[in-house]
T-cell receptor
């Protein structure tokens, strides 16, 4: 069975700092990869996704993620965070042949103004 | 509707009672998921419907949990004889059901068992 690991449970940083959230998955076949974000009091929404092609994916709000197949990783990055980036971030994986989404445990990010 | 709709948004129930949670997916979406989000926990997969295929029930935590999807659209998650550990936010999501498509989530139902 596939699993998804997010290394950091909580991250606290100041505005303008750089952010990198780790995500590793265990499935050895072809995968589709996602990062979802949940802002306080809001529903989960898609931040970015990777299906194929360029392993560096750009998403909304200045976020990007890099798929490194050899490391089974899909880390999320943002060069300069804002207070409004305070949220919980979830990495998710599906097998390319199916749609069952498996989520990581989430990382709570607090950006101090 | 424009998005995934879940009802009720909040539900408080007494231990031992049955509850039903409803999900209206986005029109035309053939795949539907239920997840559970507990305080301090990640997203726990419960069940997945894809078109007319048999649902993937591998995430249901016990036989007190069941779900159905009528007419390939609306889904109901039923929890029988609720326990306090069932308290959580229950999230529904839907997708087009083809490969390489994203899931859209509802606002969730916050269930509190007292």
């Amino acid at each position: 069975a596939q699993s998804v690991s997010q290394h950091n449970h909580h991250v606290i940083l100041s505005e303008a700092a750089s952010l990198e959230l780790g995500c590793n998955y265990s499935y050895g076949g072809t995968v589709n990869l996602f990062w979802y974000v949940q802002y306080p009091g809001q529903h989960l929404q898609l931040l970015l996704k990777y299906f194929s092609g360029d392993p560096l994916v750009k998403g909304i709000k200045g976020f990007e993620a890099e798929f490194i197949k050899s490391k089974f990783s899909f880390n999320l990055r943002k060069p300069s965070v804002q207070w409004s980036d305070t949220a919980e971030y979830f990495c998710a994986v599906t097998k390319a042949a199916g749609n069952k989404l498996t989520f990581g445990g989430g990382t709570r990010v607090l950006v101090k103004p | 509707g424009a998005g995934v709709s879940q009802s009720p948004s909040n539900k408080v129930t007494e231990k031992g009672k049955d509850v039903e949670l409803r999900c209206d997916p986005i029109s035309g979406h053939t795949a539907l998921y239920w997840y559970r989000q507990s305080l301090g926990q990640g997203l726990e997969f419960l069940i997945y419907f894809q078109g007319n295929s048999a649902p993937d029930k591998s995430g249901l935590p016990s036989d007190r949990f069941s779900a159905e999807r009528t007419g390939g659209s609306v889904s109901t998650l039923t929890i029988q004889r609720t326990q306090q550990e069932d308290s959580a936010v229950y999230l529904c999501a839907s997708s087009l059901g083809q490969t390489n498509t994203e899931a859209f989530f509802g606002q969730g139902t916050r269930l509190t068992v007292v």
